[in-house]
T-cell receptor, first 117, second 120 residues
Framework: AQKITQTQPGMFVQEKEAVTLDCTYD???????LFWYKQPSSGEMIFLIY??????QNATEGRYSLNFQKARKSANLVISASQLGDSAMYFC??????????????FGAGTRLFVKA | GAVVSQHPSWVICKSGTSVKIECRSL??????MFWYRQFPKQSLMLMAT?????????EQGVEKDKFLINHASLTLSTLTVTSAHPEDSSFYIC????????????????FGAGTRLSVL
């Protein structure tokens, strides 16, 4: 079963508009961390935003905000005022405990965002 | 943000040879580093977790003898693809975790730029 689900393979947004990228996750652990990364065509993974499972407030980082709905196990990324440079692949990720100790971070399939001028 | 350097960025090798990929955290110490593999237009697949001073933890289905990981210092982890074959051709990305907090701690994983491996 998918641990991280991103249901939107591709999204289009008009420049200067806001866009929401969906992410749902599956875990039975009370402690976990949620991340969003951006991967432009160059291939490098760029950290965008983080949400801890115990955080009461939604995380925000500049134009990025994370709509964290714990009961629904969703962690949607909201990008406000889209820019042409936001066109990239976006990955949702979850840090979870490993059965044998320690932890690991797993990634969703990604959503490709296209920003139109 | 913190910087993770990965070298080489691109390597072409003959089938049967071994290739070493280096991952360095340049401005922070990382007790834990991660190695991922990414196929074209697909997500990142975690291969193994590299722990400084101890053996790496491999994910299910990843051959330990095929993908040798060494985390000799707090700033360097290496992945060696032994006896590489065309099916090993892929994009390999390393990541280093900043900080040593618990699972829910905001210890960001910073990524290297990746290594594109082509095995002929």
């Amino acid at each position: 079963a998918q641990k991280i689900t991103q249901t939107q393979p591709g999204m289009f947004v008009q420049e200067k508009e806001a866009v929401t990228l969906d992410c749902t996750y599956d875990t039975s652990d009370p402690s976990y961390g949620l991340f969003w990364y951006k991967q432009p065509s160059s291939g490098e993974m760029i950290f965008l935003i983080y949400q801890g499972s115990y955080d009461q407030q939604n995380a925000t980082e500049g134009r990025y905000s994370l709509n964290f709905q714990k009961a629904r196990k969703s962690a949607n990324l909201v990008i406000s005022a889209s820019q042409l440079g936001d066109s990239a692949m976006y990955f949702c990720a979850m840090r979870e405990a490993r059965n044998t100790g320690g932890f690991k971070t797993i990634f969703g399939a990604g959503t490709r965002l296209f920003v139109k001028a | 943000g913190a910087v993770v350097s990965q070298h080489p960025s691109w390597v072409i090798c003959k089938s049967g040879t071994s290739v070493k990929i280096e991952c360095r955290s340049l401005d922070f110490q990382a007790t834990t580093m991660f190695w991922y593999r990414q196929f074209p237009k697909q997500s990142l697949m975690l291969m193994a977790t590299s722990n400084e001073g101890s053996k790496a933890t491999y994910e299910q289905g990843v051959e330990k003898d095929k993908f040798l990981i060494n985390h000799a210092s707090l700033t360097l982890s290496t992945l060696t693809v032994t006896s590489a074959h065309p099916e090993d051709s892929s994009f390999y990305i390393c990541s280093a975790r900043l900080g040593t907090g618990g699972i829910e701690a905001k210890n960001i994983q910073y990524f290297g730029a990746g290594t594109r491996l082509s095995v002929l």
